[in-house]
């Protein structure tokens, strides 16, 4: 991988021939498990200002129509959380010179409070190319990390490490987004989804109508108005998504069955399950182009026409190859194409078979091989070991998909961004009633595997020893189950969760997980911590193998202003609808345990949860829900996998989702981005 210089540059295609489309990744740690950033992008023309503010792609505008820029989103990864963006250089107009890369952090927030902070380019095979680490953001709240740049026809890259004191506004400013300083900005709903365009923040209004303005932010939550803003200007088509409240049935009673576009009845075998799923997403794929778009950007696809083929015959030697699925996109008249292998029901991949695929798209100059299944990859831990011939000029990149992750993105396109148009919702509506139902075969991460039931009985009879090599796999089994975990609390809520990763920069995955391992046959206990966007603490989530409980929680910081008893009994009084059996723990400076008690006996009494000594600084609450275990390693009713997200559910939906009305202190609003 080529190191870069702050202040050099590199032209692309002297690192690779496969620079068509590649994928940017910005990534840094945060040191205290709570700190994040956002990406935008600006496309500037020749005189160094954006031809308008649509050029200004962040997290309220993460797309171009044309394809050249979509913001993929975050991903954990095995050092901090990586940000990434699909570029299709083959799109981008001609009279866009550079495309500038940042990162911003929100209100008092600085970059320099994140460590690692780096930028890598990938090609799109997936192979990195390059890489920049910024070394002095301190005090500022937005850095470039780099751009890409036209020149005599060539792509390159500028490692570029320039930061903002002033943070996006400022950044956005010296591009020429339009700022208006005159005008009050007015506040958007609390809950974007009341807006009748669900997903799109409305642009703010100005002293003087300009319809090209950028959209607006999510406002932060304790800014956000009661009552819903005026019509103002847009910068998008109005988009379609769910509505809130379903329409009344017309069926005379609950056994009639709506009619539906893809039915289960019909699948007896995991053949049928597999051949139905793979005709039923490659075609909703190919009919939708936000969906599409959305799976296969972050493989090195460019934007263009989709096309999608199902059990096509490859010569493969004297036996012929037939792969689940093909999708082929068109741009230019160049052709990008992906063979396709699909295992559903919690069947395995099967490495011969994706070695024949991975030899074929070689030897035919495909583009990649995309694997779906239930099981959820990782980090420096493929699903399927494959041999890569080394002497080959074209490379083949290897994806992998898990059903989760594609009901994810389906619904944060139909509940929460929208999609153009009714055919096309109701299309996603249908591809997502499939996939969750009992019969598709679709469901995800379903099994702990063979070492969940011995290391479990190792740890309850005090014989499971450290270098176990089943606790290893029971580890990698948890960080898959918490990666699905996200998934789906994210799609159900329309925002970003993500595991949280400690400050372990240079330690090789592998290593990582031995320690946990090791940690877990020493206490007997899985782990994880979730960041969910909006909420005011980090979100736990243990599992205790000796006991057979899980226990849910979530650390709020304490007020910066007002009196503890104030604090106490607001938080007591915001908790009204939450279960009786809630705990809270009172967190205390210099002890390790303050007052607690249970919600049901602290409602009469909330001045319990101070401390009795004087002079005690309170730091913080702690929120903790207790439920029993599923014993099983499956998904059925009573098994560990359905009770964890059960677990997680409850504790959102009757707990979380209060405390936004509870802390001033609260994690860091976005802020607020000059809006035209």
């Known amino acids: 991988m080529h190191e870069m210089a702050k202040g050099s540059n590199v032209t692309l295609s002297a690192l690779s021939e496969n620079v068509g489309s590649v994928v940017v990744s910005l990534g840094w740690v945060s040191p205290s498990g709570e700190g994040d950033a956002d990406v935008s992008v600006l496309l500037v023309g020749s005189n160094g200002t954006v031809r308008g503010d649509s050029d200004f792609y962040f997290y309220n ?25 699909g570029f299709d250089l083959t799109a981008v107009p001609q009279d866009v010179d550079r495309m500038v890369v940042a990162a911003s952090r929100y209100r008092d927030a600085r970059i320099g409070e994140l460590e690692n902070l780096t930028v890598t380019l990938a090609d799109a095979a997936g192979d990195p190319l390059l890489r920049f680490t910024v070394e002095d953001a301190d005090a500022v709240s937005a850095v470039i990390f780099g751009e890409l740049y036209r020149r005599s026809g060539e792509w390159k890259f500028r490692a570029v490490g320039q930061g903002y004191a002033d943070g996006l506004a400022g950044l956005a400013t010296d591009f020429g987004v339009d700022i208006d300083d005159d005008a009050e900005p007015q506040d958007a709903p609390a809950d974007p989804a009341d807006d009748e365009h669900a997903g799109l923040a409305p642009a703010v209004e100005q002293a003087a109508p ?31 998504t769910l509505p809130k409240a379903a329409r009344k049935s017309l069926a005379e009673n609950e056994s009639w069955r709506e009619a539906r576009l893809f039915p289960v009845s019909a699948l007896k075998s995991d053949r049928d399950r597999e051949t139905r799923a793979t005709s039923v997403l490659l075609s909703v794929m190919a009919q939708v182009p936000e969906f599409g778009r959305r799976l296969t950007a972050g493989f090195g696809a ?4 989709m096309e999608t083929y199902t059990e096509v015959s490859l010569p493969h030697g004297d036996t012929p190859r037939r792969p689940d699925g093909v999708v082929r996109v068109e741009r230019a008249g160049k052709l990008w194409t992906a063979l396709v292998e699909t ?37 420096g831990s493929p699903l399927v070991d494959v041999k890569i011939d080394g002497r080959r000029k074209h490379k083949v990149a290897m994806r992998h998909l898990s059903w989760a992750e594609v009901a994810y993105q389906a619904q944060m396109l139909l509940r929460h961004e929208g999609v153009g148009n009714k055919a096309h919702a109701w299309l996603l509506q249908e591809l997502l009633h499939y996939l969750q139902h009992e019969n598709s075969g679709c469901h995800g991460f ?44 994210g799609g159900e809520l329309g925002q970003k969760v993500l595991p ?59 007020p910066e202003q007002g009196y503890p008893l104030s604090w106490v009994k607001r938080l007591v009084r915001s908790l009204a609808e939450a279960p009786a059996d809630l705990h809270i723990e009172t967190l205390v400076e210099g002890e390790t345990a303050g007052p607690r008690g249970t ?30 275990m599923g014993s099983g390693r499956g998904s059925a009713e009573t098994g560990f996998i359905r009770s964890v997200d059960d677990a997680v559910q409850r504790f959102y ?21 000059p809006t035209g």
């Open 302 to 305: 460019p934007a263009g026409r």
């Open 343 to 379: 295992k559903t029901n919690g069947n395995a991949l099967k490495s011969d078979q994706v070695q024949a695929y991975m030899d074929i798209a070689a030897r035919r100059g495909y583009e990649a091989v995309i694997t779906l299944s239930n099981d959820v990859a990782l980090d």
């Open 500 to 558: 949280v990763r400690g400050s372990r920069g240079g330690r090789d995955p592998r290593e990582r997980r031995g320690l946990l391992a090791d940690r877990l046959c020493r206490q007997g206990r899985l782990q994880a911590e979730l960041r969910i966007e909006g909420a005011p603490g980090v979100f736990a989530v243990t599992a205790d193998l000796r006991t057979g409980k899980l226990r849910t929680s979530l650390d709020m910081p304490a």
């Open 61 to 85: 505008n993460p797309v171009a129509a044309d394809g050249s820029v979509q913001l993929l989103g975050k991903t954990p990864t095995e050092t901090g959380d990586e940000d990434r963006i």
């Open 210 to 240: 300009n319809l090209d303005g950028v959209p607006a932010p999510r406002p932060p939550a304790d800014e956000a108005a009661a009552k819903k803003p005026a019509a103002r200007p847009r910068t998008a088509k109005k988009k379609v």
């Open 599 to 628: 919600l049901e006996r602290l409602r009469p009494e909330p001045a319990d949860l101070l401390p009795k000594a004087d002079g005690a600084r309170i730091t913080g609450f702690r929120l903790s829900l207790l439920k029993g």
């Open 653 to 673: 939906g009757t707990v979380a989702v209060h405390l936004d009305r509870v802390a001033d202190r609260r994690t860091p609003a976005r802020q607020p981005v």
């Open 446 to 489: 379903q099994n702990m595997g063979p070492a969940w039931v011995p290391v479990r009985n190792g740890i309850e009879d005090e014989t499971l020893c450290e270098g176990d090599p089943r606790a290893l796999d029971v580890v990698e089994s948890w960080e898959r189950l918490i990666r699905q975990v996200c998934l789906g609390l």
